[in-house]
């Protein structure tokens, strides 16, 4: 007995691992065949491409970036023509294998070489993200780390379950800049997320640099919640974060809030208020009360440059029109304002997504409704064939405190611990929407309560990687008790990754 015990112990504590169904892998793939053996990272190992496509050699370039810091192997990208290359890891596209679908792919680790194939380069880049996730948590270090770095060997398949595996930043309540935006880019992109909403404007703050409209960032941009300095991207910036972004297969979704939450327009632009003018900033959280004058025709005018300028920078296929909230606006001018924005948003050849109110006016064929509040206002959406976005504010807002002592977040529609962010199933929370029906899921970071990048990860971390969970895995496969093993092993490479997460209770984090 004592001996077997023994013995267990010390395949337990090995640094060799050798059982991939035991891989800590967030989210967890559809299927895992272990081979029981074990690959060695060396510093022959390089990473080989075939084919010579930019795309792939980018791709092959982002996983050298990721393991020379630790290692210290300089391993290099180099293209073949061959199948297998011993030794060393081969990123492949391959048109054998359809049923991967567009971000599917398949690792094989033998003891003698790593070969991720996929049909499309998105697959590539999703299965190099699992690569890292097999390697030691220390792999994440930007600093020179002590080997070995084994890789248990097996088969691993893998596609996601939604398209949209998405994140929303609101850069309006408090202003984030370009760096943490490309830091959270990255850490997205680690857990297999492809979809950024940004918020870019509110009542507190106008985000995005519009050059026909320039007083919106001269004078809107200048403050936040709470009177500080605020700030905006200028074009130039905003393209930036598009394309790093696009480099790690995520799309960004701008977000124009209207009719209201738009003070930081109204105080910008006196003549699109309904009556009279305020010029003054707005620097409270109270939401309702602000709303464009939609009866006014400098209104649309207004929209439509905004639409034009900001969908010119945009290559994915949505644009944000916002549409919550407008408390202010009567219903009967709210409807017909979300209609014409529509054939705006249209005309600049973009798809309209809007909070789930926007279903309450005539849906244009492919606008997508984001469930947030009323699961009867995207009723109202499916029943208008439109696709819907699953946000439920009482299980994916991670805006909300986990519980009454945290440091930051609301509770308005209750705590959301870890667990209870984790233990939902978009496809059986509201009995009309179906799966078919749903595009993907969203959570929402409304930054009301944080102001600075450590206060956004405490909300963040680690509820992000259980939504990025629900996003890619088969409900089937998802379960909180084998999800909270992984997550726990994951405190330890979250915080090689210099993520400042929420240490709940709710899991036992490995120290
Ligand atoms: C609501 C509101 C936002 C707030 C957020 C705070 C929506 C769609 N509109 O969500 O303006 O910031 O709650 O949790």
């Not at 379950?161 to 760096?179: E, K, N």
């Not at 006196?270 to 025709?297: Q, R």
């Not at 440059?305 to 408390?327: C, K, M, N, Q, Y």
């Amino acid at each position: 007995m004592l001996a077997s015990a023994a013995i267990v112990m010390t395949v337990a504590c090995s640094s060799e691992p050798t059982d991939l169904s035991k891989a800590n892998i967030i989210p967890k793939p559809v299927s895992i065949t272990p081979a029981g053996g074990s690959f060695t990272l060396t510093q022959r190992s390089d990473i080989y491409v075939r084919g010579d496509s930019p795309e792939i050699l980018q791709i092959g370039q982002y996983l050298a970036d990721r393991l020379n810091p630790a290692t210290g192997f300089g391993l290099e990208v180099k293209t073949t023509g061959k199948d297998i290359v011993r030794g060393k890891i081969l990123l492949a596209l391959t048109e054998n294998d359809p049923s991967l679908g567009d971000e599917g792919y398949e690792l094989v680790i033998t003891d003698k070489s790593v070969k991720l194939t996929a049909a499309k380069p998105a697959g590539l880049f999703y299965g190099v993200q699992t690569l890292r996730q097999l390697l030691p948590a220390r792999i994440e270090m930007d600093t020179l780390q002590e080997g070995p770095w084994n890789i248990a060997t097996g088969t691993i398949r893998d596609y996601p379950s939604y398209g949209y595996r998405g994140a929303m930043r609101d850069v309006a309540r408090h202003f984030f800049g370009v760096d943490d935006i490309k830091i959270f880019i990255d850490q997205m992109a680690a857990y297999k997320m492809n979809v950024l909403h940004m918020h870019l404007s509110d009542d507190q703050g106008w985000r995005i640099e519009i050059k026909s409209w320039p007083n919106l960032t001269a004078h809107g941009g200048r403050t936040e919640v709470g009177g500080g300095e605020g700030g905006f991207y200028t074009q130039e910036q905003y393209s930036e974060i598009v394309k790093y972004a696009q480099d790690r297969f995520i799309t960004i979704i701008p977000e124009i809030d209207m009719p209201g939450h738009t003070m930081a327009a109204l105080a910008s632009y006196p003549e699109l208020n309904a009556k009279g003018s305020d010029t003054a900033l707005y620097t409270g959280t109270e939401v309702g009360f602000s709303s464009l004058a939609t009866h006014k025709e400098i209104t649309y005018k207004f929209v439509g440059d905004v639409v034009r300028e900001l969908s010119a920078l945009t290559p994915g296929p949505w644009f944000h029109i916002g549409g919550d909230e407008s408390h202010s606006t009567k219903i009967e001018d709210y409807i017909p304002f979300v209609n014409r924005v529509q054939d705006t948003v249209a005309a600049y050849g973009k798809q309209v997504l809007g909070w789930d109110e926007i279903a309450l006016s005539t849906l244009k064929p492919n606008t997508a409704v984001q469930y947030w509040a009323k699961a009867e206002n995207a009723v109202k959406g499916v029943a208008q064939g439109a696709k819907v976005l699953m946000s439920p504010c009482k299980y994916a807002y991670i805006d909300m405190k986990y519980d009454s002592t945290s440091l930051f977040g609301y509770n308005w529609a209750g705590y959301i611990e870890v667990d209870d962010g984790y233990n939902w199933d978009p496809a059986s929370l509201v009995p009309e929407i179906k799966k078919e029906n749903i595009i993907g899921i969203e959570s929402p970071l409304w930054a009301e309560t944080i102001s600075n990048r450590a206060e956004a990860e405490y909300l963040l971390f680690p509820r992000l990687l259980g939504y990025a969970e629900i996003g890619w895995t088969p409900k089937e496969l998802r379960s909180w008790d084998d999800y909270k093993v992984r997550l726990a092993n994951h405190g330890e490479r979250m915080n090689a990754m210099g993520i400042s997460f929420y240490p709940s209770k709710r899991v036992e984090w490995f120290k």
